[in-house]
């Protein structure tokens, strides 16, 4: 054989031998897309006067007992299965409207509530009912057993957080109903509130073995006192305002093992420092009006909406007024394993170069009466 054909047989021998590693269903790694492949959630925000009319409508024609849960996810566009906010949670929007009860379940996945508007309903977790208010952050723990009740009179609304997609990867997700509509209650009204909610002072003679927060309830007027009294004397961080993690009051560690949970202040007219970390976050505008600057974009947000910053996306914060962000990100999973990293932009003084505005679809106008 002479030189040239060799070189041709060469890269025909190659081609044979991956057809071959193919047959035994193997690959050869360095012809695989491995370590080279993106993550497919993008930058993205919800407008709540676009989800609000719907859940109204929602209320109006699907019976409680058709969907268990009246949900409408907000479903990230850039990944493929059609409901879920991230790579690893959910952020969906749920509407339960006077005398209604979202029937006992359970399951492997944790979540959290963050109380947009309505009073007057509970939720009740292993047999404790925890009544919710605008602003509330509210637990769920993984495996316990939970039902909604609305004992108001007006519809109420909040949002649903969930690490059902990390869970699902992990091929942990369980589920069960319970027989009845409601889980029996056998503690006094919102008993984790006032056993756990003062801080730092621990009942002696309760035992609390489980690894999640013992308390349910993380009442807005709580956080909102504590970050006013923050920032009447801190700075803050330069990245996230006055910011305060909701944590478990036994360990100091997150409120859910999953989901690491934060409250932050910023201050009217102040534009935070850019950053990048692992760990992808949802936030939720409590109050205020402001715009962040996700991956070179510009989201102008308002208050009650929602939006999404992917793991490793370089992101700031502006706000116009004084607002409040509620947000929830899987760097509880990280964090333990040495996965979590943080990097602070040093060009351009600390601010991304902003390369266009995030446009979401438009809304359609509602005809007036005269056209
Ligand atoms: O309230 O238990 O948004 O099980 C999705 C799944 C809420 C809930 C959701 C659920 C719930």
Same mark, same amino acid.
Request: aromatic share 10%; charged share 20%; hydrophobic share 40%.
């Given at each position: 054989?002479?030189?040239s054909a060799r070189a041709v047989s060469g890269a025909a021998e190659l081609d044979h031998f991956y057809e071959a590693v193919k047959r035994i269903h193997g690959r050869a790694l360095w012809q695989t897309e491995g370590t080279a492949k993106k993550s497919p959630t993008v930058p993205y925000l919800w407008k709540y006067r676009d989800f609000r009319p719907?859940?109204? !409508?929602?209320?109006?024609? +699907? ?7 009246? +949900? ?13 906010? &991230? ?9 339960? /409207? ?5 029937? %006992?379940?359970? =399951? ?6 963050? #109380? ?5 309903? $509970? ?5 404790? /009912? %925890? ?6 952050? #509210? ?29 699902? #990867? ?21 008993? %984790? ?13 309760? !035992?609390?073995?489980?690894? =999640? ?10 956080? $909102?006192?504590?970050? /006013? ?5 801190? *700075?803050? &961080?330069?990245?996230?305002? +006055? ?7 036994? &360990? ?22 850019? =950053? ?7 936030? =939720? ?6 715009? %962040? ?22 992101? *700031? ?6 607002? +409040? ?16 990293? *943080? ?16 446009? &979401? ?11």
């Open positions: 054989m002479t030189m719907l859940l109204i !409508k929602a209320a109006e024609i +699907v019976p409680i007992e058709l969907a268990e849960r009246r +949900v409408l996810v907000m479903a990230n566009p850039g990944i493929t299965s059609d409901w879920q906010a &991230s790579n690893t949670l959910l952020a969906n929007l749920q509407i339960i /409207k006077p005398g209604e009860v979202a029937r %006992s379940h359970r =399951h492997t996945a944790s979540a959290l509530r963050l #109380v947009i508007e309505g009073r007057g309903a $509970y939720t009740a977790v292993d047999g404790e /009912k %925890s009544y919710m208010e605008p602003g509330d952050f #509210v637990t769920t723990p993984n495996w316990t057993w939970h039902d909604h009740g609305n004992e108001g009179d007006g519809a109420m609304i909040w949002l649903d957080g969930l690490d059902v997609p990390l869970v699902q #990867v992990l091929e942990a997700n369980l589920y069960e109903a319970y027989s009845a509509n409601k889980f029996p209650v056998t503690n006094p009204d919102d008993l %984790s509130l006032r056993l756990y909610g003062a801080g730092s002072l621990r009942p002696t003679w309760v !035992k609390h073995h489980a690894i =999640h927060s013992p308390l349910l309830n993380y009442k807005f007027a709580q956080t $909102y006192a504590a970050l /006013k009294a923050m920032a009447e004397q801190a *700075e803050g &961080s330069p990245y996230d305002g +006055v910011s305060v993690e909701y944590t478990n009051p036994l &360990s100091g560690g997150p409120a859910l093992p999953t989901m690491a949970c934060f409250a932050s202040l910023l201050r009217a007219g102040r534009h935070t420092q850019a =950053h990048r970390h692992t760990g992808g976050t949802i936030y =939720h505008v409590i109050q205020g009006s402001g715009r %962040s600057i996700i991956g070179g974009k510009v989201f102008h947000w308002n208050e009650k909406d929602t939006f999404v910053v992917p793991s490793w996306a370089w992101h *700031e914060h502006h706000a116009t007024t004084e607002s +409040v962000l509620f947000s929830y990100s899987d760097s509880a999973v990280l964090q333990p394993f040495g996965l979590y990293r *943080e990097e602070a932009l040093q060009e351009n003084g600390g601010h991304q170069k902003i390369e266009g505005e995030f446009i &979401s679809l438009p809304v359609p106008e509602r005809r007036s009466a005269a056209g």
